[in-house]
């Protein structure tokens, strides 16, 4: 799976449907327990690269959520925020996502540990 196509095309999608006129760079690195985050200054999402093989819908939820934090310039979880994300994705969808995530995570660690 080519991540870059996968990761441009979310960021492209995401950026024109939300407004994001601002350059967004994204990069990609290995984070024992964190999933995604932004430097809302510099509009770098860092994307944790073990979360890639997990699907392109987890690509897609972790870009959307980060570029929500730069359309909104909002570090928070909003009421806003939740009713822009699950608009795209639905909110039970986001809920297996997320443990998608938690359970990629604890493996993770466990065989970090070892």
Do not use: C, W
Not at 18 to 30: A, D, H, Q, T
């Amino acid at each position: 799976m080519n991540y870059e196509e996968i990761v441009n095309r979310f960021l492209t999608r995401y950026k024109l449907i939300l407004g994001v006129k601002e350059e967004v760079k994204v990069k990609i690195r290995r984070y024992s327990t964190r999933t995604a985050f932004v430097d809302l200054r510099s509009k770098i999402i860092y994307i944790n690269r073990h979360l890639l093989d997990l699907g392109e819908d987890v690509i897609e939820y972790l870009l959307l959520h980060e570029l929500l934090h730069i359309k909104l310039r909002e570090k928070h979880h909003t009421t806003q925020f939740y009713a822009i994300l699950h608009f795209f994705i639905p909110e039970e969808k986001v809920n297996e996502i997320k443990e998608k995530i938690i359970k990629k995570l604890i493996e993770i660690n466990r065989n970090n540990k070892r």
